[in-house]
């Protein structure tokens, strides 16, 4: 069954580097997203892409963040100067456009020193 | 914008019994509403959803109920497991829009 892929699992930053983190979306969807868990809090929604662009952001993905598709199949998202609080678990997930089913990658968990 | 309360934030029960958990949502315009199960280091994975236009979805031991006019719905899985132990999220997508909100999550604890 085709699933959606990250890497790496786990980085280690120290605060004020950049850090890139990739994905693998499942290879017809359209639509790709990433999303972040701060340790023992909600999921939270951070950007949303389709067409080579982003479709959609929330208060969370500021200046500091940006994401690209840099071939057919990677979707990367930077974390220009990482802070403290950026350590979160971040999942990539994918959808088809057709149904509303997003599909989630067993994430990266960014740990920032 | 959205905001997706669930309850309750830890359930234990016995192998065999049933568990529920519910959720409510704010925004009436939500008319997708999935449930995820993850498990430790993993990744949410999607178990059931539910549209607006239906009240009621099941599949095998998982069924999801929605009451739009109280802007709630429940997860029931029937006959546990202890592999059923994990983390359950219930979200909410708002028409028009691509972002799921996520509930606070609820820590199914299933006892052999």
């Known amino acids: 069954e085709p699933e959606v892929t990250q890497t790496p699992s786990h980085q280690v930053t120290q605060m004020g580097q950049e850090v890139i983190l990739r994905c693998v979306p499942i290879?017809?969807?359209?639509?790709f997203y990433w999303y972040r868990q701060i340790l023992g809090q909600k999921v939270e929604f951070l950007v949303s892409?389709?067409?080579?662009?982003?479709?959609?952001k929330s208060e969370i993905f500021d200046d500091q963040f940006s994401v690209e598709r840099p071939d057919g199949s990677n979707f990367t998202l930077k974390i220009r100067s990482t802070k403290l609080e950026d350590s979160a678990m971040y999942f990539c997930?994918?959808?088809?456009?057709?149904?509303?089913?997003?599909?989630f990658g067993p994430g990266t968990r960014l740990t920032v020193l | 914008g959205e905001n997706v309360e669930q309850h309750p934030s830890t359930l234990s029960v016995q192998e065999g019994d049933s568990a529920v958990i519910k959720c409510t949502y704010s925004?009436?315009?939500?008319?997708?509403f999935p449930w995820y199960k993850q498990e430790l280091g993993k990744g949410p994975q999607l178990i059931i959803d539910?549209?607006?236009?239906?009240g009621e979805k099941k599949d095998q031991r998982i069924a999801v109920t929605l009451n739009k006019t109280a802007k709630h719905f429940s997860l029931h899985i029937t006959e546990t497991q202890p592999e059923d132990s994990a983390v359950y999220f219930c979200a909410a997508k708002d028409t028009g829009r691509r972002a799921l909100t996520f509930g606070s999550g609820t820590r199914l604890q299933v006892q052999p």
């Open positions: 290879s017809n969807h359209l639509y």
């Open positions: 997930a994918s959808s088809d456009g057709v149904n509303n089913e997003q599909f």
């Open positions: 892409f389709y067409n080579n662009e982003i479709s959609e």
């Open positions: 539910i549209r607006s236009n239906v």
């Open positions: 925004d009436s315009a939500s008319n997708y």
